[in-house]
């Protein structure tokens, strides 16, 4: 029996040149009508190569479909290398393995076309459709995941652009439950396996040229999962007959096909795969599995780009659909440590977490206190960080000193940042003074009117004796803020001891909308009774064209000839 072997370029080149289109098309006929001619197999499957003509690619690629489709549920599940005596002498049983044995090239050659720079996209298509075909054409309709493991490792390991092969799988093949199920499966252990293939890298690789392109590869294939498993549709009811549509089998949505019964006495790594590819029982255990490919990703070197892009999804398209949430809590704590915009993007789910799942962060207030800088006025995601730190600053049971720390710490900002910025701080300070009330002594200080007595009659003892000393001294206590600007720890802030004068210099403010905003509110700031609290989000995605827009629709408004 002939048996194929790898040709050298030059000798493909003339193999190529000797068999014409329709000498392929006649060798493809002769397999399929009869077995006789069993050895055009090998000839045909040597064309399916990235470096073959597309035209003879696609016509092996047809033909051997053709003869294996039928072939492939009744093929034995591996090589002939544990055959015992008695089998390998029975012709049948040899003839068999050694299909099998050409089954797998041909699909291992299907993946080489499928993620290879040379070959056309049209054909890709083909090529990944015919492989998607065998996946399900397991024995009793069962799912190949062998076969689709191959594929996925392929994708994710491979040196060239797959982007395209990324697209087609997930508007074609992604709706399916079974192969969501099989995706997460595949994609936690190639999670793993490159967390392993990265800490092995660490300890013995050089950061030289051969360093680089490992780390550059596990950069790869890093985005190559996270653009996979990003994609994967979300299982969100199972009242909803396309979430419960199968690729493989012909079963319906309550999983009560004869294709997908297990069969009696099969193998136990054969039962435990047929018992779960029924849909309902797929819905049920693919949450534990979409739990376990998140978390084994989450643990890889996430490249900087992916990391936001991560952070930015977690709240809406992952924690919902994990089964614990609460897993997340190493990662989501080490990202909010890490601090800058970080810190911010991991604030959302942190929230979540903490408000819903029942996280315990003892250091939440103050690494929140850490993020209030300048730069985060100008930052990207600061309407959603706003949005939140309105939020965390809610609670009844935070205590004054924190809701000072944050107001004086605010109100500090208002004066060097941007005008937009100045709004949004205008109006946390106003929802903090409404919830708190044990915090308006900020802006109303009795104990500073007895002060400012004793000043004035220093002022004028000291004006009558005429001594500069004293009255720089005077000038320097009167000025004088306990609130320490630079100290990182609220507690340690004297904000209890401080007032909020930077609000009152708002209302000179340069820009109008500032001033008016503030004048809006001076009158009852202190009155809780009479105001309600201001909706964060109408000025937390402000900017100086905003500001602007606003400006020109007022004056629009008053019709100014």
Known sequence: MASSTSALPKTRKKRDNKYKLKDLKALGHQLLSSRAHVNNLPLLLSFVSPASPPPHALESLLSLQSFFTPLVPDLPPSAASSLGAGAQADPEVIYRTWLRSKFDEFVRSLIEVAVSAQAEETLK????????????????????SAIYHQLLHSIVYSSTEVEFLLELLSSKYLKYIDIRYFTYI??????RNLETKDMRDDRSVADGEDGRDLKASIKRSISTIHYIISHVPSLNSLDEKSDCEMWSGSGDASGTSESLKPEVEKPKSEKHESSVLSATKIAKKIKLKFTKAWISFLRLPLPLDIYKEVLVSLPQAVIPHLSNPIMLCD??????DIGGVVSVMALSSLFILMTQHGLEYPNFYEKLYALLQP???IAKHRAKFFELLDSCLKS???????????AKKLSRLALSVPPAGALVIVALIHNLLRRHPSINCLVHREDGESEAKDHLKLEEQTAGNGNDSTGMLLSKKRSFDHFRDTEVNPVKTHAMRSSLWEIDTLRHHYCPPVSRFVLSLENDLTVRAKTTEVAIKDFSSGSYGTIFAEEVKLLSSLQIP
Request: proline share 4%.
């Open 375 to 377: 730069s985060i006025f």
């Open 331 to 336: 990662f989501l704590t080490r990202s909010y």
């Open 396 to 406: 009844p049971l935070l205590p004054a000193y924190l809701a000072a720390a944050f």
């Open 125 to 144: 298509e083909i090529v990944l459709d015919a492989i998607m075909e065998f996946v399900k054409m397991g024995k009793g309709g069962r799912f190949q």
């Open 186 to 191: 595949t994609l936690e252990k190639l999670s």
